[in-house]
C-alpha cells in the first residue's frame, strides 16, 4: 500500500493521527473509513491486511485512532460512543476535504457498531461492513464487570481492559446505555450492509450479528468467519475477511474503466511494510507477491520465482491454444506444469557473484482430445515457439536507472 501520515481535528479540537493507505498507483475510485475495536489501535495487523485488500481493488482507506488512543490526541477517559461516532464524521469531513467524501464504512468490533451510526448520517455513505461487532453499544459494559458500581458511585474508575489500565467516567456509561441501535438499523435505507461474525468468537457472541441482520433493511448479506477469534489474531482470517469485503463492495461503489487506472509503465512493483510483501500492478490488474513463512515471508502471494514461472506456463497454453484452434484440431484442455529448479533464497544472498548457477525451468504439457502421435508432437513443437520460452531461452537485455 502507499501509506501516508494524516491528521485532523475532532469537533472538541484535539488532533487525531491516521493513515491514509492508496492504491499503488495512487489513483483511489473510492474511499473508506476503517474504526478499529474498543481500546485498540489503527495499527493493529489485522486492520493492515484487510485494508491492504481494499487497496488492491482500487479502495483509498483512512485508518485513524480514536480520540485517547494509539497516537491521537485527547483523553480516553473523556470519550464515549457518541464521541467515536463524532470522530468517525471528521474523518470523512477530512476525507471530502483533502481526497473524496467516503462512500464504504468499515468497523471491527466497537468500531463496527460506531459506523453503523455514523454511516446513517453520512449521504456519501452506500454500504457499511462490520466484524464481529455488538448489536448494541451497551453490549461493552459487560467488560467493565463490576467495576460499573464504582464507576457510578465515584463517578470514574480505572479500569482494566486487555491488560491496560483505562480510566472510565460515569458518563461513558450512561451515553451507552441511551443509544437505540435497533431504531437506527430499521430506518436506515439505500446503504449496502455486510455483517461478518464467527460463531466461536466469545468476547462479542455471534447472536448480536443476526439482531445487526434482522434489524437492518436489504440489502444485506451475512458471512460466517468460522474459527477466527475476535481480534481476527491469525493472518489468514483477516486476509479472508478482506478479501470478501472487497470484492462484496464492487456491486454497491461506481467503478472507472479499467484503463483509466493503467500505470504508466506495464509493471510496477512496491515493497510493504511487511519482510517481502510486495504489490504489484500489470497493467490494470493488482498481484501480490510474497516469499513462503519458511524463508521469512507471510506467504499472501506467489514467490518471484514462481511468478516467471506463470509467465511462461501462461503463455504456452496460450501459444498452443493458438495453433490448435486455427488448425481445428479436436483438442479439449490442455494444462502446463512449470517447475523452477533455483533457489530464490540462494540468489538473493549471493546476486553479487559472477559464478551464480543458471536455473533449469523444468515444463510438462497435458492435453486432451482426440489427438494423434503426430498432432501431439506438432504441439510440444509449437509450445517451444512461445514467445516467453524464446525470451527466456534467448537471454534479454536489462536497462537499470535510478528515478
Same mark, same amino acid.
Given at each position: 500500500?502507499?501509506?501516508?501520515?494524516?491528521?485532523?481535528?475532532?469537533?472538541?479540537?484535539?488532533? /487525531?493521527? !491516521?493513515?491514509?493507505?492508496?492504491?499503488?498507483?495512487?489513483?483511489?475510485?473510492?474511499?473508506?473509513?476503517? %474504526?478499529?475495536?474498543?481500546? $485498540?489501535?489503527?495499527?493493529?495487523?489485522?486492520?493492515?491486511?484487510?485494508?491492504?485488500?481494499?487497496?488492491?481493488?482500487?479502495?483509498?482507506?483512512?485508518?485513524?485512532?480514536? =480520540?485517547?488512543?494509539?497516537?491521537?490526541?485527547?483523553?480516553?477517559?473523556? *470519550?464515549?460512543?457518541?464521541?467515536? +461516532?463524532?470522530?468517525?464524521?471528521?474523518?470523512?469531513?477530512?476525507?471530502?476535504?483533502?481526497?473524496?467524501?467516503?462512500?464504504?464504512?468499515?468497523?471491527?468490533?466497537?468500531?463496527? &457498531?460506531?459506523? @453503523?451510526?455514523?454511516?446513517?448520517?453520512?449521504?456519501?455513505?452506500?454500504?457499511?461492513?462490520?466484524? !464481529?461487532?455488538?448489536?448494541?453499544?451497551?453490549?461493552? @459494559?459487560? /467488560?467493565?464487570?463490576?467495576?460499573?458500581?464504582?464507576?457510578?458511585?465515584?463517578?470514574?474508575? *480505572?479500569?482494566?481492559? %486487555?491488560?491496560?489500565?483505562?480510566?472510565?467516567?460515569?458518563?461513558?456509561?450512561?451515553?451507552?446505555?441511551?443509544?437505540?441501535?435497533?431504531?437506527?438499523?430499521?430506518?436506515?435505507?439505500?446503504?449496502?450492509?455486510?455483517?461478518?461474525?464467527?460463531?466461536?468468537?466469545? =468476547?462479542? !457472541?455471534?447472536?448480536? #450479528?443476526?439482531?445487526?441482520?434482522?434489524? %437492518?433493511?436489504?440489502?444485506?448479506?451475512?458471512?460466517?468467519?468460522?474459527?477466527?477469534?475476535?481480534?481476527?489474531?491469525?493472518?489468514?482470517?483477516?486476509?479472508?475477511?478482506?478479501?470478501?469485503?472487497?470484492?462484496?463492495?464492487?456491486?454497491?461503489?461506481?467503478?472507472?474503466?479499467?484503463?483509466?487506472?493503467?500505470?504508466?509503465?506495464?509493471?510496477? %512493483?512496491?515493497?510493504?511494510?511487511?519482510?517481502?510483501? *510486495?504489490?504489484?500492478? #500489470?497493467?490494470?490488474?493488482?498481484? /501480490?507477491?510474497?516469499?513462503?513463512?519458511?524463508?521469512?515471508?507471510?506467504?499472501?502471494?506467489?514467490?518471484?520465482?514462481?511468478?516467471?514461472?506463470?509467465?511462461?506456463?501462461?503463455? *504456452?497454453?496460450?501459444?498452443?491454444?493458438?495453433?490448435?484452434?486455427?488448425?481445428?484440431?479436436?483438442?479439449?484442455? +490442455?494444462?502446463?506444469?512449470?517447475?523452477?529448479?533455483?533457489?530464490?533464497?540462494?540468489?538473493?544472498?549471493? $546476486?553479487?557473484?559472477?559464478?551464480?548457477?543458471?536455473?533449469?525451468?523444468?515444463?510438462?504439457?497435458?492435453?486432451?482430445?482426440?489427438?494423434?502421435?503426430?498432432?501431439?508432437?506438432?504441439?510440444?513443437?509449437?509450445?517451444?515457439?512461445?514467445?516467453?520460452?524464446?525470451?527466456?531461452?534467448?537471454?534479454?537485455?536489462?536497462? &537499470?536507472?535510478?528515478?
Amino acid at each position: 500500500m502507499r501509506s501516508e501520515s494524516v491528521k485532523f481535528l475532532n469537533k472538541e479540537g484535539d488532533q /487525531l493521527k !491516521g493513515k491514509m493507505e492508496l492504491p499503488l498507483n495512487g489513483k483511489a475510485q473510492n474511499f473508506a473509513i476503517f %474504526a478499529h475495536c474498543f481500546t $485498540c489501535s489503527k495499527d493493529l495487523k489485522a486492520v493492515r491486511n484487510i485494508t491492504l485488500a481494499l487497496a488492491q481493488k482500487g479502495i483509498g482507506v483512512l485508518r485513524f485512532d480514536f =480520540t485517547g488512543l494509539g497516537q491521537s490526541e485527547g483523553e480516553f477517559e473523556d *470519550t464515549n460512543f457518541s464521541s467515536n +461516532v463524532n470522530d468517525i464524521a471528521a474523518a470523512a469531513k477530512f476525507l471530502e476535504d483533502n481526497y473524496k467524501a467516503p462512500s464504504l464504512l468499515i468497523g471491527h468490533s466497537f468500531g463496527g &457498531t460506531a459506523v @453503523l451510526m455514523a454511516g446513517s448520517k453520512l449521504d456519501s455513505v452506500k454500504a457499511i461492513a462490520t466484524i !464481529g461487532s455488538p448489536c448494541d453499544p451497551g453490549h461493552v @459494559l459487560h /467488560l467493565l464487570g463490576n467495576d460499573i458500581d464504582e464507576i457510578k458511585k465515584e463517578g470514574k474508575a *480505572t479500569v482494566n481492559l %486487555a491488560g491496560r489500565d483505562f480510566k472510565i467516567k460515569s458518563h461513558f456509561i450512561e451515553d451507552l446505555q441511551n443509544q437505540g441501535m435497533s431504531k437506527i438499523l430499521s430506518e436506515m435505507r439505500g446503504k449496502a450492509l455486510l455483517v461478518m461474525h464467527s460463531p466461536q468468537d466469545d =468476547t462479542v !457472541g455471534v447472536q448480536n #450479528a443476526q439482531d445487526i441482520y434482522l434489524s %437492518a433493511h436489504h440489502p444485506k448479506s451475512f458471512i460466517s468467519l468460522d474459527g477466527a477469534d475476535h481480534l481476527l489474531s491469525r493472518s489468514k482470517d483477516s486476509v479472508y475477511v478482506g478479501s470478501v469485503i472487497a470484492g462484496w463492495v464492487e456491486r454497491y461503489l461506481p467503478s472507472e474503466e479499467k484503463k483509466k487506472l493503467r500505470s504508466k509503465s506495464q509493471v510496477v %512493483a512496491r515493497l510493504d511494510e511487511g519482510p517481502f510483501l *510486495t504489490e504489484i500492478r #500489470a497493467g490494470s490488474h493488482p498481484i /501480490l507477491a510474497d516469499e513462503p513463512e519458511e524463508v521469512g515471508g507471510s506467504d499472501l502471494g506467489p514467490s518471484p520465482y514462481e511468478l516467471l514461472s506463470s509467465g511462461l506456463a501462461a503463455c *504456452t497454453v496460450m501459444t498452443i491454444k493458438m495453433y490448435v484452434s486455427r488448425k481445428e484440431w479436436p483438442m479439449d484442455e +490442455v494444462k502446463v506444469h512449470v517447475n523452477y529448479d533455483n533457489s530464490y533464497l540462494e540468489d538473493c544472498e549471493n $546476486c553479487e557473484l559472477a559464478d551464480r548457477k543458471i536455473g533449469k525451468f523444468q515444463r510438462l504439457i497435458e492435453v486432451k482430445g482426440d489427438l494423434d502421435d503426430k498432432q501431439k508432437k506438432r504441439i510440444l513443437a509449437i509450445a517451444n515457439k512461445c514467445p516467453v520460452h524464446k525470451t527466456l531461452e534467448q537471454g534479454v537485455t536489462i536497462e &537499470t536507472q535510478l528515478l
